[in-house]
């Protein structure tokens, strides 16, 4: 359904986005990852239309997302990372004006989202909180049950509780075969609802992964930390792909390899030795430096 090859746009000083490559499959939510500023934002504003690319091609449904904008859009949901509504009109008018112009040929499923969300959309938007308005623009992405959603940053703005219900809203499209790209920094809001993740970093799509390969239960994440150099030697011939912070070294092994690991630290001085969870945080740290303080 969005089908993104080799697209690049440089705004100098490794501002935008690189070669990047990916295709996302009817009825799959994909989850694109990455800090601020890693080129979320761009990649999502291209295959809108928004931006023409210095290089690459864009498709969604079979159309090119440049020449092709206004016909997609028809069938696409998209909420921005920063919302900006008009000030001078409250949240109902604003929404009936939208449906209005999708040729919608009722509100009724607006207003149910209206009430799932617990939004009084009588009140002027310029008065609103910014949580408001992004429940707001969360009505206005799904109320004409578009078969492509398209969401930058959504839970920017939320409380726990509507975070929680816009997940349910996501699980309940997706289950209905409505394809989601979604780009996020959250992990949990991604692992919960995506079946595939795209790691960004700096631009450039660094690893896609599936979610079921990441909850893998036979895969585990150990740390060790050694009270002697000498013995850094014994595990790097065992485990070359160790990572290393000084003399403490994170091993991502399987579970084939446990006994072996155990019969190498036996050898050592070991001052430390701990099993992680393995999570979505923990493989994106590969490539954000390992540690939960990047």
């Known amino acids: 359904m969005i089908r993104i090859s080799h697209l690049t746009k440089d ?124 429940k707001i623009a969360i009505v206005a992405t799904f109320m004409h049950d578009p078969d492509i959603i398209i969401l930058d940053e959504p839970t920017s703005g939320l ?20 394809t989601i790209l979604m780009s996020s920094h959250i992990f949990d809001e991604v692992g919960k609802v995506c079946d595939r993740v795209g790691i960004l970093k700096d631009g450039s799509l660094v690893d896609e992964v599936s979610m079921q390969a990441v909850k893998d239960p036979e895969q585990k994440i150990y740390e060790v930390t050694l009270s002697r150099e000498e013995d850094r030697q014994k595990i790097l011939l065992a485990f070359p792909e160790a990572e290393w912070d000084g003399l403490r070294a994170t091993l991502r092994i399987h579970d084939r390899r446990i006994n072996e690991l155990l019969r190498v630290l036996a050898g050592c001085e070991v001052l430390r030795f701990r099993e992680h969870a393995r999570s979505l945080e923990s493989y994106f740290m590969q490539y954000y430096g390992g540690g939960s303080h990047d």
């Open 159 to 178: 409380d726990p509780l509507m975070q929680e219900r816009f997940l349910d809203l996501v699980a309940l499209k997706k289950s209905r075969g409505k």
């Open 11 to 134: 705004y100098g000083a490794r501002r935008g986005v690189f070669d990047v490559s990916l295709q996302v499959h009817a009825g799959e939510a994909y989850g694109y990852l990455g800090p601020n500023g890693a080129g979320k934002t761009t990649t999502l504003r291209h295959v809108m239309g928004f931006s023409r690319p210095d290089a690459g091609t864009i498709t969604v449904n079979g159309m090119d997302a440049w020449t092709d904008q206004s016909r997609i859009r028809e069938s696409v949901g998209y909420l921005p990372g920063e919302i900006s509504l008009p000030g001078d009109m409250n949240g109902l008018d604003y929404l009936k004006l939208l449906a209005a112009m999708r040729k919608m040929p009722s509100m009724w499923y607006a207003r149910e989202l209206l009430d799932f969300f617990e939004i009084d959309a009588d009140t002027g938007m310029k008065r609103m909180s910014k949580g408001m308005k992004q």
